[in-house]
Nanobody, 125 residues
Framework: VQLQASGGGLAQAGGSLSLSCKASGSVFIMTNMGWFRRAPGKEREFLGIIDMNSGDIRYSDSVKGRFTISRDNTKTTMVLQMDRLEPEDTAVYFC???????????????????WGQGTLVTVSS
């Protein structure tokens, strides 16, 4: 499975951006897709996860209510809609996909086998 993230760029505080993660290859083996981000000087942070079969979604507390995850009907593209952006949201955003049953709750990097290359989001104040 190959993951291609896109949609990053520059936004003003209070604005919105939408990121996409397109999966290709043996996509039928994906069970969950998730979003992470790495801010400058910080560790990679879990943002949310979507079950590609059931559509169930879970968010981290840091973005709940501002970010929305969705997937398309082909179950090959995941979208992260980011609203009410804050300068603290500046980071490289990564999408990831798991294979098989999750070991934990989906919030840990080691639960994901496939990773996109990352896309930079910069939020100005």
């Amino acid at each position: 499975v190959q993951l291609q993230a896109s949609g990053g760029g520059l936004a003003q505080a209070g604005g919105s951006l939408s990121l996409s993660c397109k999966a290709s290859g043996s996509v039928f083996i994906m069970t969950n897709m998730g979003w992470f981000r790495r801010a400058p000087g910080k560790e990679r942070e879990f943002l949310g996860i979507i079950d590609m079969n059931s559509g169930d979604i879970r968010y981290s507390d840091s973005v709940k209510g501002r970010f929305t995850i969705s997937r398309d009907n082909t179950k090959t593209t995941m979208v992260l809609q980011m609203d009410r952006l804050e300068p603290e949201d500046t980071a490289v955003y990564f999408c990831a996909a798991s294979r098989g049953r999750l070991i934990g709750d989906g919030s840990h990097e080691y639960e994901y086998v496939f990773w996109g290359q990352g896309t930079l989001v910069t939020v100005s104040s």
